[in-house]
Structures are given as C-alpha cells and as structure tokens.
T-cell receptor, first 115, second 114 residues
Framework: DTEVTQTPKHLVMGMTNKKSLKCEQH?????MYWYKQKAKKPPELMFV???????INESVPSRFSPECPNSSLLNLHLHALQPEDSALYLC??????????????FGPGTRLTVL | AQSVTQPDIHITVSEGASLELRCNYS??????LFWYVQSPGQGLQLLLK??????LVQGIKGFEAEFKRSQSSFNLRKPSVHWSDAAEYFC????????????FGAGTILRVKS
C-alpha cells in the first residue's frame, strides 16, 4: 500500500465552525506533513511530525491545530478560520524523519472553502 | 536558506514534441532535488529525484533530469510529450541541515496542443 488517503475530499465551513481534516498512511512512514496550497501557488509547509511528535511548525496561526494520534494518522483541527484560509490542504508522509532524501508521498488533498 | 526558481510560468508544446522545464536552485551544500507533477485538484506525484552520483536521473513516465552543479540547475526533460502530460510541474530542493523541509518552486504549467 503506497497510498496516502485524506478525508474529506471537499469541506465547506463557516468562520465559527470547528472541523477536522484526516490523513492516513499504512506505509510505516515515521514522518507526516501538512501543506497548504493556494490556487496557482506551490505547496507551503505548515507542520511536520516525526515519530508522532511535532518537529516543525512554520509559524502557523493557532486556529490550525495538528494532532498525530498514532504513526498512521494525522489530523488537522480547524477552528475560527478566515476566508483567506480557503485552500487545498495536502498531507504527505516519508519514511525517515531525519532524511531529506526520502521521497514525500502526497495525498489527494482536501479542498477547503471558508465562508 | 534554500530556494528554487522556475522561470517559466506557462509552457505550451505540441504533442510529440520535446520538452524542457527549467529549474534553478540556491543552496550552499549538496542539494537534494525533486521534480513533482500535479494534475488539477490532485496531490503531487514524484517524477524523479537526485541525491548524488550520476547527474542524469531517469524517472517515471519517460521523464529525465540533469543536475548541473556549475549552473545550479536541475532541468526536467522529455523527448516526446503526450497529451496526458498536461499538468503543473514543481521543482523542489531539500538539504541535510533542513531535515525534512522541502522548498518548492512556483511551478510551471504545461499545456499540450494536438
């Protein structure tokens, strides 16, 4: 299984809602990532988890809260988002948290719209 | 800090023609270089990667890339483009001192005309 899955595929939420994005991989990878991608822009790194511990937080606003319940799952909890947070949210995983040479496998993304 | 420049925002080629997408990087040490492809609304798929060794790297879907340290470049090539290659292509650079962090270029949108 060389797949990263993400749910939901699409999400529409109001600014007062609380929602969560879910990411799952069963490749035994020990690093997992959240990226944000605005239209016609490259992915921007948000968070990195290494061995289920948060290792990188790219100064992301606290209305985004990541969680790694186990080595296969990664969640992104959303609360009080702004319309400018509307984007494609991509999850990725790689085998070795300490190795920049490891390929990152990407999921298909969650298209988030904040009204 | 590492950075990546993809000078071409859009490229249009005829089906069957050859393709070269440009990528220039800035990084002080040995870079780890990647090319990813993204179809509209989809995730990214790795085409190929370079870490060391042979500077000509073969990837999936008939793509190849050549690492040229003297020019700080890692250009992507394909000898004959297919209509299904139409997508957005991202070059990315990583390095040992930055751990898992990849920096992506702005991307090049490839259009294929029949």
């Amino acid at each position: 299984d060389t797949e990263v899955t993400q749910t939901p595929k699409h999400l529409v939420m109001g600014m007062t809602n609380k929602k969560s994005l879910k990411c799952e991989q069963h490749m035994g990878h020990r690093a997992m990532y959240w990226y944000k991608q605005k239209a016609k822009k490259p992915p921007e790194l948000m968070f990195v988890y290494s061995y289920e511990k948060l290792s990188i937080n790219e100064s992301v606003p606290s209305r985004f809260s990541p969680e790694c319940p186990n080595s296969s799952l990664l969640n992104l909890h959303l609360h009080a988002l702004q319309p400018e947070d509307s984007a494609l949210y991509l999850c990725a995983s790689s085998q070795d948290p300490g190795g920049p040479h490891n390929e990152q496998f990407f999921g298909p993304g969650t298209r988030l719209t904040v009204l | 800090a590492q950075s990546v420049t993809q000078p071409d925002i859009h490229i249009t080629v005829s089906e069957g023609a050859s393709l070269e997408l440009r990528c220039n990087y800035s990084y002080g040490a040995t870079p780890y270089l990647f090319w990813y492809v993204q179809s509209p609304g989809q995730g990214l798929q790795l085409l190929l990667k370079y870490f060391s060794g042979d500077t000509l790297v073969q990837g999936i879907k008939g793509f190849e890339a050549e690492f040229k340290r003297s020019q700080s470049s890692f250009n992507l090539r394909k000898p004959s483009v297919h209509w299904s290659d139409a997508a957005e292509y991202f070059c990315a650079v990583g390095g040992m001192e930055y751990g898992n962090k990849l920096v992506f270029g702005a991307g090049t949108i490839l259009r294929v005309k029949s």
